[in-house]
């Protein structure tokens, strides 16, 4: 069975970095996810990376800010966010692929054993 744990939010101002790790375990994954889900909206893609990093989709709203990479000698995913801004704020979750496919998936029903997440908040 996978057990993922976000870890690495907090409270940060306008135009400052962040950076999430997602932890796993039970077995090697396929292509891992990070998304997020800010207050009263559904939960959005924010970036995945294929299981040997070759392959990476990002959100638009985020490309050219955050950077995702993975350890899989440590079994982790990270989400490096640079710039980041007021409309950041958001819990954000990783989870990993069901199913191989060969581009990372955007669509939130490609994805499953989702994690706690870790909250984000951005100040202005």
């Known amino acids: 069975q996978v057990q993922l744990v976000e870890s690495g939010g907090g409270l940060v101002q306008g135009g400052e970095s962040l950076r999430l790790s997602c932890a796993y375990s039970g077995r090697t994954l396929y292509t891992t996810g990070w998304f997020r889900q800010a207050p009263g909206k559904e939960r959005e893609f924010v970036a995945a990376?294929?299981?040997?990093?070759?392959?990476?989709n990002y959100a638009d709203s985020v490309k050219g800010r955050f950077t995702i990479s993975r350890d899989n000698a440590k079994n982790t995913v990270y989400l490096q966010m640079n710039s980041l801004k007021p409309e950041d704020t958001a819990v954000y979750y990783c989870?990993?692929?069901?199913?191989?496919?060969?581009?990372?998936?955007?669509?939130?029903?490609?994805?499953?054993?989702w994690g706690q997440g870790t909250q984000v908040t951005v100040s202005s």
């Open positions: 989870a990993p692929e069901v199913r191989f496919t060969v581009e990372p998936a955007s669509k939130e029903g490609e994805y499953g054993y």
């Open positions: 990376i294929s299981w040997n990093g070759a392959r990476i």
